[in-house]
């Protein structure tokens, strides 16, 4: 039983009363009784009510991350397991799992942890004090799980070497857990195979979920000239040039990523139609634009331009341009993919801001379809943070 008990001011506690799991620091009003960061603790409300248990830190602005609304429960393996076991059974309905995120933090009921399963290897993120010392008991089930369905995981890599880490008192760290393999993992998805650098790539290695945004463009490209943007290792070039694209270009900043997605395009056979350039998009697409360049398909997967609400302003500011460019270089009929991976840029104001650059170059925006993340990634409703992912498709024709 949890030995200390947190208790709110009267009126908050909204966000944990309508589904989610987090508790502000400027929610409380009480905490009673001895604990140490990390630990497992009571939450009632302003009255004395029970509203669930959870794991505190007082380190961080959300002080109580909420594991189960029975305050009976207790926090220990079987729990565990039993979350990690209707993640798993979720995944095997809503995707194909050879490579898929297993846990998805609080969208999983597992706040501050994302697990991400690369063909027979795990790469973990641990973003919460709480849920760090858990984190032991968590990989095992899941260890335990898989087997259960024939599923054996040669290795563990840990990635939680995120700068968020810091806002929770704790060290970033990367590294093995458990016996060391070869981090450079082959997995294959929507017919592309792709090297993933699990030790050195960004976030987890792979942005898995982009994976049937990747996969629906695919009808749009073939016979088409693609520019793709931010290309990162190549993944939605080699999606067009699998479907048959007549000429594909990916663009990205890093010469790492450039590196990767050369030896990805070669790993598909498909170095002749699939090239990469390492500049700065936001410098390259006036270039094009001056030189007359134009594009059947062109696609934007731009990194998060604001990871806070301060930044908003300067983000719009961002995502305008970069659309608005875009626009200017696709052929009239072609095809314009665009997306925002940051949850502080809402839907509706991503959608204002494309509206915006497509008015300034007058061009009409025919909506082809609308998507978010990969079922893997799921949106829990009560939690604004899980749903990041707004990705569109559109035809772009001419004003007049």
């Known amino acids: 039983m949890a030995n200390t008990t947190v208790t709110l001011k009267k009126g908050e506690g909204r966000t944990i009363k309508s589904g989610g799991l987090w508790i502000y620091d400027n929610e409380i009003s009480d905490i009673s009784g001895n604990f140490t960061n990390g630990d497992i603790v009571e939450v009632h409300d302003f009255d004395g009510y029970p509203l669930g248990k959870g794991f505190i830190n007082t380190k961080s602005k959300i002080t109580v991350r909420l594991m189960t609304k029975n305050v009976n429960q207790e926090i220990d ?60 008991n968590i990989i095992n ?10 599923i ?75 520019l793709d943007c931010f290309t990162h290792t190549g993944s939605f070039a080699l999606n067009a040039g699998i479907a048959g694209a007549r000429e594909v ?46 594009f059947d398909v062109v696609i934007l997967d731009p990194p998060a331009f604001t990871k806070s609400r301060n930044s908003i302003k300067n983000a719009v500011k961002g995502y305008r341009e970069i659309n608005l460019r875009a626009m200017k270089l696709v052929k009239d009929g072609g095809f314009l993919a665009t997306c925002s991976c940051s949850h502080f840029m809402s839907y509706e104001m991503f959608t204002k801001t494309i509206n915006q650059a497509a008015h300034n170059v007058h061009k009409r925006l025919r909506q082809v379809e609308y998507r978010t993340q990969s079922p893997d990634h799921p949106i829990l409703w009560a939690a604004d943070e899980s749903y990041y992912l707004k990705f569109y498709i559109f035809q772009v024709c001419s004003e007049y």
């Open 77 to 136: 393996y079987d729990f565990l397991k039993t979350r990690v076991q209707n993640a798993w059974e979720y995944r095997k309905k809503v995707t194909n799992t050879d490579s898929c995120r297993l846990i998805f933090g609080e969208a999983d009921f597992l706040p501050g942890i994302v697990v991400d399963k690369f063909s027979d290897v795990l790469v973990v993120q641990s973003l919460a004090l709480g849920i760090d010392l858990l984190k032991e």
């Open 141 to 150: 089930a899941l260890k335990e799980v898989l087997a259960s369905d024939g």
């Open 152 to 226: 054996s995981i040669r290795g563990v890599y840990e990635r939680s070497d995120a700068k968020v880490r810091t806002n929770e008192g704790m060290d970033r760290i990367k590294g093995f857990i458990g016996n060391e393999f070869d981090t450079n993992v082959t997995i294959t998805e929507n017919g592309v195979k792709y090297i993933v650098d699990i030790k050195d790539g960004q976030k987890t290695g792979f942005f898995l979920d982009q994976k049937y945004n990747r996969l629906a463009i695919q009808k749009l490209c073939k016979d088409s000239t693609v």
């Open 249 to 294: 270009l990916g663009v990205d900043a890093s010469l790492l990523a450039v590196r990767q997605a050369e030896e990805n395009a070669k790993l598909n056979g498909l170095e002749d139609t699939v090239h990469f350039k390492c500049e700065d998009v936001f410098e390259l697409l006036p270039k094009f634009e001056k030189s007359g360049e134009k």
